[in-house]
């Protein structure tokens, strides 16, 4: 089982920047592939983006494409979402996830684990 802690979040100017964190730990991190999620008011929880076990392939939702980064440091277990130009659209509760192994997690029924969720709230 992984455990999976995301520190940061919090409120944002619309066209700020922001990056958000997760530490893994609990399996060797490299052997499972990473996503985000969201989850905004009123809506169901949403595919952001994903990277692969390796760090070498990515994906990201057509709504972020362009605008949010995601990688990953192997040797601190840690996967960031990086989030530019932020838009109040992008207020949400973002979830930090792993995979079942190496399988891309660019949907809920590939998660594994999930982190507790942190806020991001964008104000214009």
């Known amino acids: 089982q992984v455990q999976l802690v995301e520190p940061g979040g919090g409120l944002v100017q619309a066209g700020e920047a922001l990056r958000l964190s997760c530490v893994a730990s609990?399996?060797?991190?490299?052997?499972?592939?990473m996503g985000w999620f969201r989850q905004a008011p009123g809506k169901e929880r949403e595919f952001v983006a994903a990277i692969s076990w390796s760090g070498g392939t990515t994906y990201y939702a057509d709504s972020v494409k362009g605008r949010f980064t995601i990688s990953r440091d192997n040797s601190k277990n840690t996967v960031y979402l990086q989030r530019n130009s932020l838009k109040p659209e992008a207020t949400a509760v973002y979830f930090c996830t792993a995979g079942r192994g190496r399988v891309v997690v660019t949907n809920t029924t590939a998660v594994s684990s999930w982190g507790q969720g942190t806020q991001v709230t964008v104000s214009s």
């Open positions: 609990g399996r060797p991190f490299s052997s499972y592939a």
